[in-house]
């Protein structure tokens, strides 16, 4: 496998050995109009000249998908992720760009049926888009304690906390995050992680926390793996997403899948789980009381029913959204698609 990339982007501190990283600078320095989507469509006729791929597969509806229209290879699949398809577009160039890439993909894949839908609304073809997990590792992703020196490890300790796992950026909202928090019983602190911040953003949010949440509650956290992040779900009394814009996240299918009760904004593609399976985990998203009350009936579970809902939660990934059969049936469609030409 090879990663093309012309956007500066970090490769996972995981990734495996194996994978070759391409780069390629697609922007040029003339303000000319379109004359960077030229320069882009030459680079990426080059580096799929050079690799000779059997497919081209671009994650998110928007530049990645772009280029890989342009490099006018087929088959080309894309993947859009939820806010791609489901937030407005800044422009009319972006808006026809995603729809040209959306109607010419080979395949589209979406995580649930509303950005399936919302895909679709963009310009992907109905019979060419499928709904496919990104899914969770169910048996990374699971209950059970962590060890003493793990906390200590990641600096946690024993003190209970409620976990956010998106990154610091606006979109993700932890400034209601916080207040939410700060409705809530002053033994718990909310840990977040330091992966893809937006330093101007991260700072507003962390003067926010001590306002109003006092020194030391906010802990920002350095994940370095996945097991890592396995033992922050694992370890959080309950896990929070208020995302301004989403889908159905794959942090809340990893908290899911580790048994851990979740608090979650009530957006169309997460009430559609959580409306039947967990309907007191809903809240509005831009209300910190409500977020705040869902939190501390969280909390304030019960034993038997922090572990029923636990079970509850991890037989819907299991259902739903393991990684591996979703995998499965990613492979069956690139191998068709190869063996299309």
């Known amino acids: 496998m090879t990663v093309v990339d012309g956007f500066g982007s970090e490769p996972h501190p995981e990734l495996q050995p194996e994978v070759r990283i391409v780069r390629y600078e697609p922007r040029g320095m003339s303000n000319v109009p379109f004359s960077g989507m030229l320069r882009a469509r030459r680079r990426m006729h080059e580096v799929v000249s050079e690799l000779e791929p059997d497919i ?6 928007r530049r990645y998908a772009w280029h890989a ?11 859009v992720w939820g806010s791609d398809v489901l937030l ?23 995580v649930t049926p509303q950005t399936r839908e919302a895909a679709i609304g963009r310009g992907a073809r109905s019979g060419r888009t499928v709904e496919i997990h990104h899914g969770v590792d169910t048996e990374l992703f699971r209950p059970g304690d962590v060890p003493e020196d793990t906390r200590r490890r990641l600096g946690i300790g024993n003190e209970p906390f409620v976990f956010s796992p998106r990154a610091l950026r606006p ?7 916080v207040e939410a928090a700060a409705r809530v019983s002053g033994t718990h602190r909310l840990v977040v992680t330091s992966a893809g911040a937006d330093p101007e953003y991260r700072a507003r949010v962390e003067r926010l926390a001590a306002s109003r949440l006092g020194q030391d509650r906010l802990v920002v956290v350095s994940v370095s793996s996945e097991a ?8 959080a009394d309950v896990v929070i997403s208020a995302a301004l814009s989403d889908s159905f996240p794959l942090t809340i299918q990893e908290a899911m899948a580790s048994g851990t009760p979740v608090v979650a904004g009530d957006l169309p593609p997460i009430r559609a789980v959580f409306g039947t399976l967990a309907p007191a985990a ?9 977020i705040g009350a869902a939190l501390r009936h969280a909390i304030e579970l019960g034993a038997s029913e922090r572990r029923e809902l ?9 259902e739903h959204a393991d990684w591996r059969e979703h995998m499965t049936r990613m492979e069956e469609h690139y191998r068709r698609l190869a063996m299309r030409g």
């Open 88 to 110: 407005p577009f800044p422009s009319w160039r972006s808006r026809l760009l995603t729809r040209v890439a959306l109607h010419n993909a080979d395949l589209v894949t979406a």
């Open 310 to 318: 636990g079970e509850r939660l991890r037989a819907y990934v299991h």
């Open 69 to 79: 229209a342009l490099a006018g290879f087929h088959p080309y699949v894309v993947s």
């Open 171 to 177: 979109i993700y909202n932890h400034e209601t995050v």
């Open 56 to 61: 081209i597969h671009a994650h998110t509806a």
């Open 282 to 290: 809903l809240a509005p998203v831009t209300d910190p009381v409500a």
């Open 228 to 235: 890592d992040l396995a033992a922050l779900y694992r370890a």
